[in-house]
């Protein structure tokens, strides 16, 4: 297959966050049809995207080069060092920087995580000539063009103090310095054009052409002039504000050769430096950090241990009755302590031992400095290991839930418990992890807040400065359901009156276009609401790491999902309003010498279920809606289990069964197991199959 001769080596991916405008999909696609044989991103301060790009980029066959363009301190004198102070400088310069090696890919995560956690709470992050001093192996450098710190010098008039900093980089960059042109149209890039081959060929530098593509194409112009009104609080009208130009789009290899064809050595210098560059992050194995034990045992024996101790003291708490003797409690012991050896083969097989030590440990831990800590959810809830080690409180044989639900060496993933904290101490939990295991290896992970359609259709309304009563009653025709969001063109093709607003008036049509482009960027970074790393190293050895400036919390750069594609496992620490309200309520009751026992409540409470069936249930945990409480009016719940079918009955498509099973359950309609094989399968829940157990 013919290579097209030019690489893309500057490219703001959409993880240019409001900057860039190409999805990570989009820009492989771009690659493949015009037979690139290779691409970098290097998107404004991060690497938010790169592991995402460089996995989609190699399985289309392309080659990726992981790049970052930062913000350089203009002066180190000025700047100090850039990583730790706090001083302003009045701008600052861009630099380049490649991956060409692991150990560059290395150093380049290094650069970056200390760019944000060491940063000043007042800016954004910046680096200084001296911060790179040491740290520059494995990495191609690119001057960028005028931005960059020889380009500012030169436009100062100060061409000694340009050729002193080039001189400075190529010594830093040794053979690994490249002088980049740019033509975007734009009169300084005219002007200093010339002083930067005078250098280049003066120092032997070799020249590098690149275009500087935030957007796939001129029909994105427009749109993405958009974005950038709304990253600024700004409007389309305003003169002053950041622009780019329609030239920096995603430009073919024929136009990029056409526009240098009296350089052509700028041009074939992107192959160059694309063959220069031989490595991408690529996925890897889970890796676990060690956890401490004690008398020389090792996880899998610890595990053991603690689990086949556990498992007694719940058989004592939950199991045994008085009534019983000796055989009794052997008998009822045996499906307990069966399952238990099951549980323990799979979980040592697998290598997960050391998950299920670290998640028992910082549940005791809360458990015992008075953190609530909720009884489990999810699959995790299946395993009579996990119940016996404390991380969850209900017992898995009495409810019938399956082990192979949640660990399966069948389908081989990592286990994922749902653990829920009060909100009000959930951070001091993930303190205690941090200080057990280090503050360098622990972080939460970030996520990545898109612009969704209804807020699309205000921001471009604003940015456009159309009337406000206007712009808001369009947004409001777009259907707001959380569960199942809708599309801003799946909202035009169904509702009619949108329709009609964007056939009749050109000013509606122009919105809707260019929200239509826009819809789906990211325009900001969160954190994830439960979503916590432990590595078995400095977490910046693995992957990248982001510091917001309003916050002092670490987190990943790459998403949940990349994050575990990098090797880290994911632990779940969510926040729950519902169990510091129940805390508070234990609190209140104590105080007036009234204790309660939550874990110890008892399931068959008539009263609790008067309550439900009434639809009293504000505050009751995922039992407040106005439709679940509806339900519970027309059920009239009288045991746990019902109110289990609810709350699993209740989302789109089980929902479809309520009716059913609430006229089975009343006898108004006959129950119909399918097979009379499936009867003990699907008697508790009236011949409907609503778990996947079932």
């Known amino acids: 297959m013919p290579h097209a001769d030019f690489v893309h080596l500057r490219v703001h991916s959409a993880f240019s966050l409001a900057e860039g405008a190409l999805r990570v999909p989009q820009l492989v696609e771009l690659c493949r049809d015009r037979e690139m044989p290779a691409v970098a991103i290097t998107d404004t301060g991060n690497l938010f995207g790169a592991l995402e790009f460089s996995l989609a980029a190699a399985k289309a066959g392309i080659q990726p080069i ?107 960059f040794p053979g690994r310095l490249y002088m980049e042109l740019q033509r975007h149209g734009l009169e300084i890039e005219d002007r200093l054009e010339p002083a ?39 409007y389309l009208s305003q003169s002053e504000r950041r622009r780019v130009t329609p030239e920096h789009r995603f430009k073919s290899a024929a136009e990029m050769r056409a526009l240098f064809a009296d350089l052509p050595e700028a041009i074939e210098n992107t192959l160059v430096v694309a063959r220069r560059c031989a490595f991408m992050p690529n996925e890897a194995p889970p890796m676990l950090p060690p956890f401490p034990t004690e008398g020389g045992r090792s996880e899998e024996q610890e595990l053991t241990r603690a689990a086949e101790e556990g498992l007694e003291a719940r058989l004592v708490a939950h199991v045994y009755t008085e009534e019983m003797d000796e055989a009794a409690r052997e008998a009822s012991a045996t499906p307990y302590r069966n399952r238990l050896k099951f ?83 959930r ?40 009337p406000y009563g206007q712009v808001d009653r369009i947004a409001k025709m777009v259907p707001n359901n959380p569960a199942i969001p809708m599309t801003l063109q799946e909202a035009i093709d169904s509702e009619p009156q949108l329709q009609a607003m964007r056939d009749e008036d050109e000013t509606v049509s122009h919105l809707l276009d260019v929200a239509l482009k826009l819809e789906g960027l990211y325009r900001n970074s969160s954190t994830h609401a439960a979503g916590v790393v432990i590595g078995d190293r400095p977490l910046s050895d693995i992957i990248p790491l982001y510091r917001d400036p309003r916050s002092s919390t670490l987190t990943t750069q790459f998403s949940m999902k990349y994050v575990e594609a990098a090797g880290l496992v994911k632990f779940d620490f969510l926040g729950l309003k519902t169990l510091d309200v129940l805390q508070k309520a234990v609190e209140y009751l104590a105080d007036r010498d009234i204790e309660i026992d939550l874990a110890a409540l008892p399931l068959d409470d008539e009263k609790t279920f008067e309550m439900l069936a009434r639809g009293d249930t504000t505050g009751v945990f995922q039992c407040e809606s106005s439709g679940v409480r509806d339900v519970l009016r027309k059920l009239g719940p009288d045991r746990f289990e019902d109110i289990i079918a609810v709350v699993a009955l209740y989302r789109p498509g089980p929902m479809d069964n309520i009716p059913s099973y609430i006229s089975r359950k009343h006898g108004n309609e006959e129950v119909d197991y399918l097979h009379d094989d499936l009867e003990a399968c699907l008697k508790e829940t009236y011949g409907i199959p609503i778990y996947q157990e079932q």
Request: charged content about 25%.
């Open 66 to 172: 992981v790049g970052c363009q930062l913000a350089l301190a203009q002066d180190a004198e000025e700047g100090g060092n850039a990583f730790r102070s706090g001083n302003r400088v009045a701008a600052e310069d861009q630099i380049v920087l490649l991956a060409q090696s692991e150990t560059g890919y290395g150093n380049l995560l290094r650069i970056i995580s200390r760019s944000y956690v060491e940063m000043a709470d007042d800016r954004h992050p910046v680096v200084s000539l001296d911060d790179l001093a040491g740290g520059t192996d494995g990495l191609i450098a690119l001057t960028a063009g005028v931005a960059g710190l020889p380009g500012r010098l030169l436009a100062e008039g100060q061409s000694e103090a340009a050729e002193a900093a080039v001189l400075r980089l190529k010594e830093m």
């Open 196 to 234: 930067f081959i005078d250098l280049a060929y003066a120092h032997d530098i070799p020249l590098l052409a690149t275009n500087e593509a935030f957007f796939a194409d001129e029909a994105m112009y427009e749109a993405h002039d958009a974005l950038l009104c709304i990253s600024q609080s700004a």
């Open 343 to 425: 549980e323990l083969e799979t979980i040592v097989n697998m290598g997960y031992s050391g998950y299920f030590l670290i998640v028992s440990d910082f549940i005791k831990w809360s458990k015992i400095n008075g953190v609530a800590v909720g009884p489990g959810r999810g699959s995790g809830a299946g395993s009579v290991v996990a119940w016996a080690l404390t991380i969850t409180d209900l017992d898995p044989l009495r409810f019938g839930l399956f082990f192979e639900r949640f660990l399966n060496p069948e389908r081989v993933s990592m286990p994922d418990f749902d653990i829920d904290f009060c909100q009000e101490r």
């Open 427 to 466: 951070d001091e939990v993930i303190h205690y992890v941090k200080q057990k295991f280090g503050h360098d290896r622990v972080a939460q992970i970030i996520t990545f807040g898109k612009l969704q359609a209804r807020a699309v259709v205000r921001d471009v309304g604003r940015v456009l400065e159309m």
